[in-house]
């Protein structure tokens, strides 16, 4: 407006203008002639002004209330024409409006004014001014106008943000505030703040600082060092804090306080943003589920307790009972009595796998079922189940078959154990609900799972002709306790546990599985399992594809499907094979003499000529020729296998037939035991038994007895403890459970050493082996930790006991009998021919102690047993296991008893090597852990991991010198 008053006074210089008070009066004419004329000279002049001016203006006539003129910014403004003759309705009545008052004061305030134009709404504001002409005398108001329509939109997009942000803080259930760092200014704060803190509004001007004063006595400090912090940490951390209050109405409450602190304004200025809120309810709910929590892992480490007791009260008896039993059997008996015998030997293991179910499904529903991976040979974890389970299916004339894809991996990295598991799970169910016909178990596998080379998808097979199960109970089948019906289970007996277990197993294994049967027509249970295939270990030697020996092969099997199996592995070695199905058959091939066979394998099962009849006719027809005759049978030892040989056959296999026996009898080669299991009579160590149980110690000594080692038992631990003062043992087999001192406490006075009250004579490094009927999860683990380097579960078998001797007297070296014991190791005999280590004999004789050696060595005059190689290669082993767990143990918080454990398991062994540095490290290492001090420790476990790798250098040395 101040434009257009300056262009004014300018023309009220040049008398053109007269400005002075007037009031309007409407309808007042005027002389029209004179009127004309002048406006039309006057007002010219003044239109060129106001149409140059940048602002909207309109002109009226005071006189008449007429609109004069409006320059183009009000055309603009108003989208109005030049010879338009009205307004907007609502401007016009604005105008009207004004009219009515006295024009003659002073110019009033600015005015908005609210228009709809084309829907859309616009403000403007209008500010009015009188102009006064003289000559001819007339009063004119003008009128500017300015868009205000953007900032109006502003205003009220702000005034609705602030009433948004006022509901949603008035809404929350935690008050908002501001303040500056000192905490002595509130910028904002929500209503609730009063609430909470039990204050009134006139309290709110001492500032953020009253939060203070509501603060419970015992948490002040906290509050306050927690706050200090946020203000002096450099990056200004956010606090979040829950502390307790004193309200004035509601007594002691709970209160979250948390703040984070933001530069504001001009540079180094900040703010505190904070919420405030009562949590009191929320505490005492989390109270509450702590105390439910609490008392549910009270009730679960009961019931854990409870299963461990129960483990241990059912499986001691259990134990004498199948000890005794095998026990028993191997004994003279009749045929009636050993037929008693052993229907009470399957009784228990019967009820062993009931036992073993519960534990397993117990374990798998807590989530501490833990898998182990290890490389393992996949065909022989199938084999073993078959020829575990095959005296059951054999009894019923089932016939027990393996058929595998060729081109699968030998060596695969997973969980043998669990594999075994589910195996048996499915095999046994599948002979339990068979009848007549046969088990089949079909491997296959698919290479390349996710992209990823070596990663095979395995499927499992077990396919059986037994009665089948109807459709709708096969989706609930994997449930617990479930069976296909309820008369089965009075039938076949059983828990319904085990293929639950079996699908949670193969669940945890990365896997699936299913069912497909139909009733009367036999069940095929299918599983899937992801694997990584693994290098071959040196010890294993290559198999070839093709046998040089293979030449036209006669096979006669009564049983089809097996028969088919076999005949295709054979011409899988480059054999020619003819397969028929009775002796009849066979006589008739037998007799072309164009043709003769190089080989014959029979397995005539139930047909009418038994195996010895049918060799007896093919002599006396003098059929025999130079035929290679081999006897499939499930009875390969015994009165059949010496009858056999003498009848005319070459060999006498036994069923469920393994590959690599086929093969090594078709090259003309004795399998290699595996174990000391036929080494019978033949061990000659000093074994000591604690254990309070009487059967068990009957059980235990008679297996001992019978490998020919020499026994002394104890009933409890304190006797046990001076049985070691008296003499001196190989071995220790420690109950864990007894009556007074158990065996870990036992244990721990053994360990320490000879002292005033035991002056023990067996070396407190001893191995010592836990014997106990615990069989929970963990167990093995936690007994280890403690300081036992072995651990037997019970019930055990005789074999588990030949397991663990060959564990802790092999690996010791302390004794010559440990050569006999592992004469027949292939495991360790396979391993020294792979060795091609390079020759450094400098590196073995300056890390290793010549007379360690030398003591070996006199334990082996002629060498021919290979003593020192199989123990080197035993160290390198347990090196391969023991290392990584010592790394996996070496934490920012070192778990002391693995470290003691490893360190413990190498001290012996390294001394028995010749590996002395490395055993006295080990030796301070264990002490260290044991006293459970950590300083020092990480500087010895350095130089523990360079003494490993010395020892190992040097013992591939010695390895590759000649024997």
Known sequence: MKPIIDAYRLMFARNQLQHGPLRPRPGTARPEPARGAELSD????????????????????????????????????????????????????????????????????????RLDQDRAERWLQLQRQTLCLADPRMALGLVSLVDVTQRRQLERALQESDTRFREVTEAM???????????????????????????QASELRLGPGIIRSR???????????RLAQQTADALHKPVDIIIRIVHPAKGQRWMRLRTRMQPHGAQGQSRIYG??????????????????????EAASLAKSEFMANMSHEIRTPMNGILGMSELLIGTALSAQQSRYAKAVHRSGETLL????????????????????????????????????????????????NFRERPGLPALVHGDALRLRQVLINLIANAIKFTDSGEVLIQLDGLEGVGGESGRWMLEFQVIDTGIGIAPDVQPRLFTAFTQANGSLSRRYGGTGLGLAISRQLVELMGGQISVHSRPGQGSQFVFSLAVQSAQPRTTMQPRPTRLSAAGRTLIVHGHDSSGQILKGQMEQWGYQVDLVADAEAALRLLRDREHPFELALLDLGASDFKSLDFMQCVRTQGLIGSTRWLLLSTQADGILQHRALAAGYHRVLGKPLRREELRLALLGQQPTAASITQLRGNLNFRVLVIEDNPVNQEVISQMLAQLGCHVELSSDALSGLKALCEH????????????????????????????????????????????TANALGGDEQRLRGLGFDDYLSKPFRQRQLQELLARCLLASGSSADADAAAKESSTLSDGLSAMNAPHSPTAS???????????????????????????ATAFLASLDRLMPELQAARTEVPNLAAIRHVAHTLKSSSASIG?????????????????????????LLDGMQSDVEYVRLALQALLSEPQ
Not at 215 to 225: G, Q
Not at 275 to 281: A, F, K, N, Q, S
Request: hydrophobic letters at 45%; one cysteine or more.
């Open 845 to 871: 004789s300056i890390t290793l102690d010549a007379h360690a050696l030398d003591r070996l060595r006199e334990l082996d005059p002629s060498g021919n047993n290979r003593l020192l190689a199989r123990v």
């Open 728 to 771: 001196e043992f190989d071995l220790v087999m420690m109950d864990i459970q007894m009556p007074g001192m158990d065996g870990i406490e036992a244990l721990g006075w053994f360990r320490r050493g000879p002292s005033t009250r035991f002056p023990f004579r067996t070396p407190p490094q001893t191995k010592v082996a836990a014997v």
């Open 215 to 225: 603060v419970h006595p015992d948490d002040l400090k906290r509050y306050d060092e």
């Open 42 to 113: 006057v007002l010219h002049g003044m239109k060129v002004l106001w149409d140059g001016l940048p602002g909207a203006l309109l002109v009226f006539d005071l006189d008449q209330g007429d609109l004069l003129h409006l320059n183009p910014a009000a055309e603009r403004l108003l989208g109005a024409g030049a010879a338009r003759a009205s307004l907007d309705p609502a401007l016009s009545a604005w105008w009207s409006r004004q009219l009515l008052q006295d024009w003659s004061e002073q110019a009033p305030a600015p005015e908005e004014l």
């Open 915 to 939: 590996a002395l540095d490395l055993s006295r490290r080990c030796a301070e290492i264990e002490q260290l852990a044991r006293d459970g001090q950590v300083e020092g420790l990480e500087a």
């Open 173 to 199: 259930c935690e008050s908002l505030f501001v303040t500056n760092p000192a905490w002595d200014t509130l910028y904002f704060s929500s209503p609730l703040l009063l609430d909470i803190l039990g204050l």
């Open 275 to 296: 919420m405030v809120g009562d949590v009191t309810e929320a505490h005492e709910r989390q109270r509450e589920l702590k105390r439910a929590r609490d008392l549910a």
């Open 353 to 400: 796998r009931i036992i073993n179910d519960i534990l397993d499904l117990s374990r798998v529903e807590a989530g501490k079922l833990e898998l182990e991976h290890a490389d393992f040979e996949l065909r022989a974890v199938v084999e073993d189940t078959l020829e575990m389970l095959a005296p059951r299916a054999y009894e019923k004339g089932l016939e027990l």
